[in-house]
Structure formats: structure tokens, C-alpha cells
């Protein structure tokens, strides 16, 4: 497993940007796929979008798709989620999860989880 830590919630207005950062212990970052989720207030967590070990193979819920973009540096081992056009309706507390396997990350079962960051789209 690794450990993962996220950062670069906030505040933002509508229709603003924000890029979130998941760091990652270990020196096997570049084997794991990462994944992005999210869990609003009285909501259950749902998928925001994945990325393979080597950065070619992305996936995104239909929700972001066109807005968010993930991307991962393996010599920094951290992923990245950029969030543009944000909307009130993307605040949420956003964790990223890594596991060796993609179907398994995209499924919410991956191994390691970070703590997670609050992103506040106000309207």
C-alpha cells in the first residue's frame, strides 16, 4: 500500500478553477492506478475520474467530463485533478485511492485512501 495525502481544496465561485494534488508514499507509485471520488453532505461517495499507472488511460464520471482533468507525475509521485468550471454542485470532500489494479480503483475498492480535501463551489 501507500499512503496519500491530498491538498489544494477551497473555496471557489462558480465557474471558477482549482487544482487538487494527491501525494503518495512509496517508491511503487508509478505501478498503481489512482482514482479521484467524492462524498457530498448526506450523499454517498461516487466516482470523479481515474488514471492508469502510466498516464495513458484515463476515465471520467459523466458529471465532469469535459470539465475535470487528471493527470499524474511519477517522479513526483502525485496525482493531479484539475477542475475547471466548477459548479455548485461539485462541493464535496474529494478523496484520491490508489490501487495496482484500475477496475479495482474505478470500483472504490482500492487499498490505500487519503483523508481527503474540502472544495466549496459557492454560487
Known amino acids: 500500500q501507500v499512503q496519500l495525502v491530498e491538498s489544494g481544496g477551497g473555496l471557489v465561485q462558480a465557474g471558477g478553477s482549482l487544482r487538487l494534488s494527491c501525494a503518495a508514499s512509496?517508491?511503487?507509485?508509478?505501478?498503481?492506478?489512482m482514482a479521484w471520488f467524492r462524498q457530498a453532505p448526506g450523499k454517498e461517495r461516487e466516482f470523479v475520474a481515474a488514471?492508469?499507472?502510466?498516464?495513458?488511460?484515463?476515465l471520467y464520471a459523466d458529471s465532469v467530463k469535459g470539465r475535470f482533468t487528471t493527470s499524474r507525475n511519477n517522479a513526483k509521485n502525485t496525482v493531479y485533478l484539475q477542475m475547471n468550471s466548477l459548479k455548485p454542485e461539485d462541493t464535496a470532500v474529494y478523496y484520491c485511492?490508489?490501487?495496482?489494479?484500475?477496475?479495482?480503483?474505478?470500483?472504490?475498492?482500492?487499498?490505500?485512501w487519503g483523508q481527503g480535501t474540502q472544495v466549496t463551489v459557492s454560487s
Open positions: 488514471i492508469g499507472w502510466s498516464g495513458a488511460n484515463t
Open positions: 512509496g517508491r511503487t507509485f508509478s505501478s498503481y492506478a
Open positions: 485511492a490508489a490501487d495496482p489494479i484500475f477496475r479495482t480503483v474505478v470500483a472504490g475498492s482500492g487499498g490505500s
